[in-house]
């Protein structure tokens, strides 16, 4: 796979061109938080060029501390004036809850594998119960996980009032963004 890397970067360097004088600050003004998901391409579903915004990523979008760190950079150093977090449809923190994590972790640091009986671990040696300490942001719910991560995004003291956030979910079966209203709409908790 390394070799199939660098030859791709290899490719896209030889063409670079211009791309080298891109500004630091996005310019569009805006950034996406969203899932790690390989099916989710936001340059092509939010219709991005290199240079417009920042994408932040991680398992299930979610608004962990260090997401919301890199918004606040994106906004304070680098401009960002709008926000949106898009979780997905078919999303694998669907799939699994902190126990389960842990209990897989604990049996094994080995690649699990799911089916219809749910998740189970290839290799029972060498675990650890260091996973049955950390919460994995795991969902139940997508529109209420969205709800969620805009409220503790907007509730943070280091987010001021006028950053537009918005909350949606893009359908994995279409590849349509679908708003979810509630986090769109969501005020910045009162003192």
Known sequence: MVNEVLTANSEYANNFGEKANLPMP???KFSI???MDARLDPA???GLAEGDAH????AGGRATDDAIRSLVISYKLLGTREWFVIHHTDCGMLTFTNEIMGDLLSQSLKP???DENGWHDTNTKEGTNEGRF???LTISDNEKSVVEDVQRIRGNA???NDIAIYGYIFDCSTGKLN????ASEAEKPSD
């Open 26 to 28: 996005p310019g569009r």
């Open 33 to 35: 938080l969203t899932c």
């Open 44 to 46: 092509k579903y939010a």
């Open 55 to 58: 994408v932040i990523r991680n």
């Open 112 to 114: 699990a594998r799911v």
């Open 134 to 136: 950390i919460n994995w």
């Open 158 to 160: 280091m987010v001021p």
């Open 179 to 182: 708003e979810v209203k509630l």
